[in-house]
């Protein structure tokens, strides 16, 4: 590794020289026509036109001339190019410089903020459109602390869209790749038959067949961007008067995809699957429970009896993830599935222009449905049913438990999950701008941002008879509210079913000016004033499926059963008196008698000022200088819906950033261009999620918060840089080195963990100052009892052997010194291209390269929480027909098919329960804690995973891909 940072240094003082080197060149003759010159961008990163040398912000720009000679055709690509940038495709996130959304509750906000033709956006897939529609990709950096100020900590994406033309413009374009992808789509624009209206209509489609993933479930189909999507705009361009123009966009998106787009899978996760009855607050059994019947160590499950597998598959296929052998293999009989349906896109610009300023008003919209289904847990054995025994206790009828083989209750395990978005939302921004040529330049504007979301989410046992779930006496148990009398479960059998629904309003009133006070010399300062509100309520059903920790075991009981966890006499719902209501609450949990469902309201609001001062020099034409400092805000939010179960402090507070950078940009003639940036932040607050089941062996809530970390810095240095030593050979390079981490934080229990037992964790307290004292006493720590006295796990040789310590309590450890998740310290990009121009055209040959360190998921910098460090080769051939009709590109990505990672990894501890006559330990029907099951041993996995019953995944880029795609233009 030492090697490579050599190298990043080296390349940093190789551009830095050769600039020097450069300075003194001059160009005899004039550049020849190529697609690889140094021309001037415009951007309007700040809301005027401007060059992007000329702007004192650190901004990464990328044309639809540049996507297409370097290949940037996905969000992934862009981060490769974009210093500090990542981003996660499965759940549609991105970061920057280390600040970013780790979560997918829409009730709390991102930290970059993506707008579309001015108009705030919520999902970052508008960028990934095809550079047909796109014009241009601007990357501002840092917070936006005044001109971008809606959640705009990390800094903002814009993505511009190629407008209508004043004269006939036509193009096709067509690509096929590997995998059957296929892209087909056209635009049309020009003049209408109607004075000063112009128009431009364009529409895509994307299709893959087969998938970047292999399912060994006979009949099931791969997965990974397996894809059916739909594009299609119109826009209307007018010229009312000299002084009156608008412009309007109305799009419209569809999705049917199996097993492809945000959200679907992208995991891989090399370990076997859990064979424990059922997990730690499990609300269902373990499918791979039945797996546990017979082992190679001899362990043999009494009783268990029926087991059926998908067809074609036998019961050790069923039971054996293909992951384990192949990273783009699966084992699943649960298909992921992702739909995006009657999803309208509007937005519109109008602009006045008086003498000396313009008036601008920016409103547009969006109605989005999505929807996704797939398994859950994700790592699940497919086995459709099976039967467990009758069992009689210990003592009833002798002295150990008797097994009654075939005789108990069957269980279908499959359970999915069903995620749904339901989102309108509506931005409008009106702003006034100078135009005249003084040296006081300002824009103030006004902002307001209104949305209606619902985010539903449920969990269903697949195949089990409704009526095995139909209301019984273990049911009624606990449902005092009602009378002893729960309300009938819907035909759909949903065990969990999670309904929350918010209104977000956001105003804003911010203004800027620019003052030259000298030739060489600017100094620019803005204020932004915010107030943001978020209300709305939570309506959730639990119920809990055939788990002894639930009431009573079903092998006892002889049949299957379900009690519902929602009411207050069940103790996992949050039910506060109305005097002592958690931050941010607004109503008591209050219950609805005709369908069981617990509500509660939330309410709760946050303002800040931000804004930025900076300074900017000019020493020559080709030169400029800033020096910066930037307040950035993120609103609060809560942690609702997806996974949480009404918790006891589901809000949490803003975010807070103070950002100090220093710039140069400078062009050395015609053959080099260098932008630098150093930059220091001082972060608050930062809202990471994180949910720690209870673990004391009893049903209890799980901890599902945000935790807001105290206090961390990110600092760092970043190089992008365009070389052309010779007509037509062209170097870029790109180096960015970012030091994200916590220097206040604390109280912080690990999921994966939860002990605190693992290489590198800092645990605040021993395991004897847990301990109580005194029977009367009360321990700081929380019981863990897969650790504690009794527990087992499972060896290297598969073997269950009893657990020895140390453990038996959660500890909360300290995280100062970890790095923020989903920020690795070194990133290089690295692309050359050659033109040769020719009378039959030109031929550009490119090739690139891309580098990226180890980055974690997690703020607990464990091996298990790792991605490793990884790089890729791309390359990509295009010819240009002499007439400009006519382009030919040829290109193969990820040259050497190797592994790489999208973010940080993701853990979980998988600790579950298998009753002690099973193991052989004794006698009793209460199961023991068992941890172990999920340890990853496969050679190929990048980390030997030591930490017992930690199962790891990975976020995976795309395999080896090539293609060719065709563009035509009339």
């Not at 803003?654 to 950002?659: N, Q, R, V």
């Not at 002499?882 to 501890?909: C, M, Q, W």
């Amino acid at each position: 590794m030492h090697w490579k940072r050599h190298l990043l240094a080296s390349g940093a003082i190789m551009a830095a020289f050769v600039g020097a080197s450069a300075h003194a060149q001059t160009k005899a003759a004039a550049q020849p026509e190529a697609a690889n010159t140094i021309e001037e961008l415009v951007v309007t990163a700040e809301k005027r036109e401007q060059s992007l040398q000329d702007v004192p912000v650190a901004v990464s720009a990328f044309t639809s001339e540049k996507r297409d000679l370097i290949g940037v055709n996905t969000i992934a690509d862009l981060t490769n190019f974009t210093p500090g940038l990542e981003y996660n495709a499965q759940n549609d996130r991105n970061t920057l410089r280390g600040v970013g959304r780790n979560t997918n509750v829409h009730a709390a906000d991102g930290s970059v903020a993506q707008y579309s033709d001015g108009i705030y956006t919520s999902s970052t897939t508008e960028a990934g459109k095809t550079p047909l529609f796109v014009d241009r990709i601007e990357v501002l950096r840092g917070p936006q602390g005044t001109l971008y100020g809606r959640n705009a900590i990390g800094g903002a994406i814009n993505i511009i869209s190629k407008r209508p033309t004043d004269t006939f413009y036509a193009e096709v374009r067509g690509e096929y790749q590997n995998f059957g992808y296929s892209v087909l789509e056209g635009a049309i624009s020009g003049p209408t038959m109607i004075p000063g209206v112009e128009f431009r209509a364009g529409a895509n489609w994307t299709h893959q067949s087969d998938g970047w993933y292999q399912n060994n479930v006979p009949g099931q189909l791969g997965e990974g961007n397996v894809i059916d999507t739909k594009y299609v705009e119109g826009q209307l361009k007018f010229h009312f008067t000299d002084n009156f123009e608008g412009w309007v966009k109305l799009a419209w998106q569809d999705w049917h995809n199996d097993g492809g787009g945000p959200g679907s899978r992208n995991t891989w996760t090399p370990a076997p699957f859990p064979t424990y009855e059922f997990g730690n607050a499990a609300i269902a059994p373990t499918s791979g429970y039945a797996c546990l019947t017979t082992t190679a160590t001899g362990i043999n499950n009494p009783g268990i009896t029926n087991i059926e597998t998908p067809p074609g598959m036998s019961l050790a296929q069923a039971c054996h993830n293909a992951a384990t052998d192949d990273p783009r293999k699966f084992t699943s009989d649960v298909p992921y599935q992702v739909k995006l349906t009657g999803t309208t896109i509007f937005a519109s610009e109008w602009d006045y222009h008086f003498p000396k300023m313009d008036l601008k008003y920016i409103l547009g919209g969006t109605h989005y449905d999505y929807a996704l289904t797939g398994p859950t847990p994700v790592d699940q054995a497919p086995i459709v049913a099976f039967q467990l025994p009758r069992v009689l206790p210990a003592g009833l009828a002798g002295p150990s438990t008797l097994v009654i083989p075939g005789g108990g209750p069957v269980v279908h395990p499959r359970y999915a999950f069903n995620y749904h978005e339901a989102l309108n939302w509506v931005s409008n921004e009106l702003n006034l701008a100078s135009t005249d040529k003084g040296p006081l330049q300002w824009i103030l504007g006004l902002y307001y941002y209104d949305e209606d979301y619902v985010q539903p989410v449920y969990t269903t046992l697949m195949d089990q008879p409704a009526s095995t779930l139909a209301p019984g006496f273990l049911t009624n148990a606990v449902c005092n509210v009602t009378g002893f009398h729960c309300p009938a479960l819907a035909p759909n059998n949903r065990i969990y079913d999670d309904r929350p629904s918010l209104n977000t309003k956001s105003k804003a009133a911010f203004g800027q000016i620019d003052w030259q006070f000298t030739p060489t010399w600017k100094l620019t300062a803005g204020l932004r004033y915010t107030y943001d509100r978020k209300k709305g309520e939570e309506s959730l059903r639990l119920l809990c499926y055939d788990v002894v920790q639930c009431g009573v075991a079903p092998e006892l009981l002889g049949s299957n059963f379900v009690l519902d966890l929602t009411q207050p006499f069940a103790g996992v719902l949050t039910y506060s008196p109305a005097n002592k209501l958690p931050e941010g609450v607004s109503t008591t949990t209050n219950v609805d008698p005709a369908t069981g469902f617990a509500t509660r309201g939330y309410d709760e609001h946050w303002s800040a000022t931000t804004g930025t001062l900076g300074l900017q020099w000019d020493p020559s034409p080709n030169t400029m200088m800033y020096a910066t400092y930037s307040r950035g805000y993120k609103a609060g939010g809560f942690r609702i819906g997806i996974d949480t179960t009404i918790g006891a402090s589901p809000s949490t507070q803003p975010e807070h950033l103070d950002a100090f950078e220093v710039g140069l940009k400078k062009q050395f003639g015609r053959t080099l261009q260098v932008n630098a940036a150093v930059f220091y932040y001082n972060y608050e607050n930062d809202q990471i999620p994180l949910s720690v089941a209870q673990t004391a062996g009893a049903v209890g809530p799980a901890n599902s918060i945000f935790y807001n970390v105290p206090k961390a810095k990110s600092q760092g240095f970043e190089l992008e840089s365009i070389w052309q030593p010779i007509d037509h050979l062209q170097f870029l390079f790109n180096y960015s080195y970012l030091d994200a981490h916590v220097t206040k934080g604390d109280g912080v229990v690990d999921p994966a963990d939860p002990a605190a037992l693992a290489a590198g964790a800092k645990p605040d307290f021993a395991f004897s100052a847990c301990a109580p004292v005194a029977p009367a006493t009360k321990s700081p720590c929380s019981a863990d009892v897969f650790t504690g006295p009794g527990s087992y796990y499972q060896n290297a040789a598969g073997a269950f052997v009893p657990y020895t310590g140390p453990g038996g309590y959660q500890r909360p450890q300290s995280i100062v010194g970890s790095q923020l998740p989903n920020a690795p310290k070194n990133k290089v990009a690295v692309d050359v291209n050659y033109t040769w121009v020719m009378t039959a055209g030109s031929v550009t040959a490119a090739v690139n390269y891309v580098w990226r360190d180890k980055q974690y998921g997690s703020l607990f910098n464990r091996d298990y929480y790792e991605a490793p460090a990884y790089d890729q080769w791309d390359a990509r051939l295009t010819w240009k027909g002499p007439d400009g009709h006519l382009t030919v590109i040829a290109f193969v990505k990820n040259i050497a098919d190797s592994l790489g990672y999208e973010g940080g990894a993701a853990a979980a501890r998988r600790a579950g329960y298998i009753p002690g006559y099973v193991l052989g330990s004794g006698t009793a029907l209460q199961p023991i804690p068992v941890i172990g099951q999920g340890t990853s041993v496969v050679n190929i996995a990048p980390n030997r995973i030591q930490e017992n019953g930690v199962a790891v995944g990975y976020l995976l880029t795309p395999p080896r891909t090539y293609g060719i795609e065709l563009q035509y233009r009339f």
